[in-house]
């Protein structure tokens, strides 16, 4: 993309509504827009973030077998009065009538419709165990939409729904869930810890939160520090990564046990903060048995599915990332999901030899650059790349240009080397 035709806008001043890193730099690096109250408008940058993070979570849940498939976000009230959830969501869920009086809802979360739809397409036992998902908008009625993305009105999110017909089959494919969360986040290039917590609105009595730490974070955390190390990729045993885990301690302040606590030494004790970017449920047959979805078994018996619901808020991982990845000038992105690879800083706009050699670069790195192509002065170009985090910046000015140089700088670590434009190439795409 050329900087010079985008609609990236950024902002030179700190926008006074943003109280955390996270909104203040997704707003001046022209990520997004509020639109209403915990409504947001995904400008081009951002929508890029969005849709990397989706693209890992899409293929990590298409990696432990769950079937992708897109629920609408307008639901029927009919659906929620049959698992009784219609009354007790509160204010929360916001409610809509249409021109045939109809009540309707915009969605805050799925597990009523997939219950409906997989109870009306399935007979038999043979039919299940069934894992399907889908990353789509809901809407929560928060009373107070705060830092950004962080807690929105509208938000994206992944959720996964499972259905079995034991309680061994349900845990399993729960236990398998967390190691591939634990994976996604790795993938993505942050680090989340699994935390037990409490199930309110979902229901049931099995549910872990993952959590980012990071300061500014909602919840209290308590954690043994055994956990930082966490490193999932490449793990296969599910049952003794899931037993590390339930071994180890860590839970949101509303579970947070003083007995179990006691039992981690005292030097490897942690409290924190912690932003949830994930919660998964176990809730047996609480939606199947409300909605009569059973099947019939190999006996001719009738039997209700063991369900459990999983959770990704895509668009909450969005600042999150920020709040664990930044410094003064700006966001310093993982390489995974940042919106472009690297930028081209211009230095010299205008300048026949550095115009080739930046042309040169854009075209060989195609839809992952973003050139900065501005009649700008070098110093703006150097502090909007670094607010907008590229992990590469390749700097090209008149004197290197004229030897085929280049600066690559390395936006994480600072780091800055002196390259020919095909060792620039091979560093920015290896
Ligand atoms: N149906 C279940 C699991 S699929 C469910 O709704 N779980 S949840 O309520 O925990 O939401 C899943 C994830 O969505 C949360 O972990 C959080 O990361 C994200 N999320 C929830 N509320 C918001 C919000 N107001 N703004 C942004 N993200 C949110």
């Excluded at 990236?8 to 997004?32: D, N, V, W």
């Excluded at 007790?88 to 916001?94: Q, R, S, T």
């Excluded at 109809?102 to 969605?107: D, T």
């Excluded at 030899?353 to 700008?376: F, H, P």
Aim: proline share 4%; glycine share 10%; charged share 25%.
């Amino acid at each position: 993309m050329r900087l010079s035709k985008s609609l990236i806008p950024t902002l030179k001043e700190t926008p006074a509504e943003a109280q955390i890193a996270s909104h203040r730099l997704m707003l001046r690096a022209g990520m997004i827009r509020q639109m209403a109250s915990g409504i947001y408008a995904w400008l081009p940058t951002g929508l890029r973030v969005l849709s990397k993070i989706s693209q890992i979570v899409r293929e990590e849940q298409d990696a432990i077998g769950a079937q992708e498939l897109l629920m609408p976000t307008i639901q029927s009230a009919d659906l929620w009065r049959e698992s009784g959830r219609y009354d007790a969501y509160g204010k929360e869920m916001l409610r809509i009538t249409d021109r045939h009086d109809r009540e309707l809802l915009y969605g805050p979360t799925n597990e009523e419709m997939i219950t409906a739809i997989v109870r009306d397409s399935t007979k038999s036992y043979r039919d299940l165990p069934q894992l399907a998902y889908h990353i789509q908008w809901k809407f929560r009625d928060e009373v107070r939409p705060r830092f950004g993305v962080l807690r929105g009105r509208e938000f994206l999110m992944k959720d996964s729904y499972s259905f079995d017909l034991d309680y061994e089959g349900a845990v399993a494919v729960y236990k398998k869930t967390m190691l591939s969360y634990m994976r996604t986040f790795q993938r993505i290039g942050i680090t989340a810890i699994p935390m037990r917590a409490d199930t309110g609105q979902i229901g049931g009595d099995l549910s872990h939160e993952f959590h980012i730490l990071a300061p500014t974070g909602e919840s209290g955390v308590f954690y043994d520090a055994a956990f930082e190390a966490g490193d999932a990729i490449g793990v296969t045993d599910v049952d003794a990564f899931y037993d590390q885990v339930t071994t180890i301690y860590a839970a949101t302040d509303e579970k947070h046990d003083t007995a179990v606590w006691d039992e981690i030494p005292e030097d490897r004790r942690r409290e924190g903060r912690g932003i949830e970017v994930g919660q998964i449920f176990y809730f047996g047959k609480k939606y199947s048995e409300a909605m009569g979805f059973a099947v019939t078994g190999p006996d001719g018996q009738k039997i209700y599915p063991e369900m459990g619901s999983y959770g990704i808020g895509v668009s909450r991982l969005v600042g999150a990332i920020i709040e664990a990845r930044h410094d003064e000038a700006g966001i310093i992105w993982p390489d995974a999901v940042a919106p472009f690879r690297a930028a081209i800083l211009n230095l010299r706009q205008g300048d026949a030899v550095t115009d080739a050699l930046c042309e040169r670069l854009y075209a060989a790195l195609g839809a992952d650059a973003l050139y900065d192509d501005r009649e700008e002065r070098a110093g703006a170009k150097f502090a909007e790349a670094d607010l907008m985090g590229h992990p590469w910046q390749i700097i090209v000015g008149p004197r290197g240009a004229a030897n085929g140089q280049v600066e690559l700088k390395r936006r994480a670590t600072g780091e800055r080397f002196e390259l020919s434009v095909e060792e620039a190439l091979a560093k920015v795409q290896g």
